[in-house]
């Protein structure tokens, strides 16, 4: 089942399916070259090798961005904001059984990747639905530092993550 993130958290179906990690890789894929506010994740460019786990770190953030922008009410991606920080928690405490996260697993685990820049993308998301104004450079920088430039996906590429291949 291939839905994008807020028809997905609307289908029971969808919400309580057991995934395999193939069928969740298979899902992740689908999400980075299939939603409709896609950019190229992954290029020729890339080694083949690093496809996949392009695929899941997008599909992470696809679904954050889309829980804090694409449903409408402000309360509703607030409780879906807190929803998705609870499944990271799970992953983290190999309990993963979102398809996001049964595919983000192995990733995590393969480059060591913390928790941090995840659930700081999160926070990001819940300070857009909570701050309409910062009193000060610095409460603005605070969120920049948490925003989607803490990831290693194009256009804005941080070369010493482990997923990049260089550290």
Not at 65 to 91: F, H, I, K, V
Not at 152 to 161: G, S, V
Request: some cysteine.
């Amino acid at each position: 089942m291939h839905l994008p993130p807020i028809e997905f958290v609307r289908s029971p179906e969808a919400l309580h399916r057991s995934w395999s990690p193939p069928a969740a890789e298979s899902y992740t894929r689908w999400l980075a070259t299939h939603h409709y506010e896609n950019f190229h994740v992954v290029s020729l460019l890339l080694p083949k090798r690093l496809h996949q786990d392009f695929y899941n770190v997008y599909a992470y953030c696809r679904w954050a961005d889309d829980l804090g922008d694409e449903t409408g009410d402000r309360a509703e991606s607030l409780r879906l904001l807190a929803w998705w920080r609870a499944e990271l928690d799970s992953l983290y405490e190999g309990r993963a059984s979102h398809p996001v996260f049964v595919a983000l697993a192995p990733t995590v685990r393969r480059y060591g990747i913390p928790k941090e820049p995840f659930a700081d993308l999160v926070q990001a998301f819940v300070q857009d639905q909570t701050v309409t104004r910062y009193r000060d450079w610095d409460e603005l920088f605070g969120y920049c530092r948490c925003s989607a430039s803490r990831f290693p996906t194009p256009p804005a590429p941080r070369c010493n993550w482990p997923i990049s291949g260089r550290t």
